[in-house]
């Protein structure tokens, strides 16, 4: 990625874990959406990725640059960049749109102007997600918090009777 001045619009910063890499988008983002892919879930150990996506000439590395790493995707050409010190998922490129990039959101500090509204590959959606049940603190263990939902508590009592036939 080129580095160059960007207009005098308000920017957005962002990081990864180690600090290394840094950049920056100018203000607002083009749209921010959740990526339920195989792909980007495990690009980053995680049930899903939020991204925000920009135009390409919006964006600038401000300093790592010579740190980041680039993987391309063999099926579909995307080509998804990291920190090479730290591992952060930084940048992904689809190629069915060259001119925009795609940002984590979770690297970017304020907000981004958009919100991730859109949900894309929803039907790869795991059934492990959490969307939103509801929580209990659980006893004796401070800051850690379980889900009480009628799918778990049925499971729980299949297995309660089960045990005690
Ligand atoms: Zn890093």
Not at 12 to 33: D, H, I, S
Not at 80 to 94: D, V
């Amino acid at each position: 990625m080129k580095s160059r001045k960007l207009s005098s619009a308000p920017v957005v910063t962002g990081q990864c874990l180690c600090g290394v890499v840094q950049f920056e988008m100018e203000y607002p983002a083009f749209w921010a959406w959740h990526d339920h892919s195989r792909a980007s879930r495990l690009a980053h150990g995680a049930v899903y990725a939020t991204y925000v996506g920009t135009w390409r000439k919006r964006f600038r590395i401000t300093a790592g640059e010579g740190d980041i790493n680039r993987f391309a995707e063999k099926e579909t050409g995307a080509v998804r960049s990291f920190c090479r010190c730290c591992g952060t998922p930084l940048i992904y490129e689809r190629t069915r749109s060259r001119h925009m990039i795609n940002i984590p959101r979770a690297l970017l500090v304020i907000r981004t102007g958009r919100q991730p509204i859109y949900h894309l590959a929803i039907e790869e959606m795991q059934d492990w997600a959490y969307v939103g049940e509801p929580l209990v603190p659980l006893k004796g263990y401070p800051g850690v918090f379980c889900e009480r939902s009628k799918k778990k508590s049925r499971v729980q009592e299949a297995r309660l009777s089960a045990l005690t036939r």
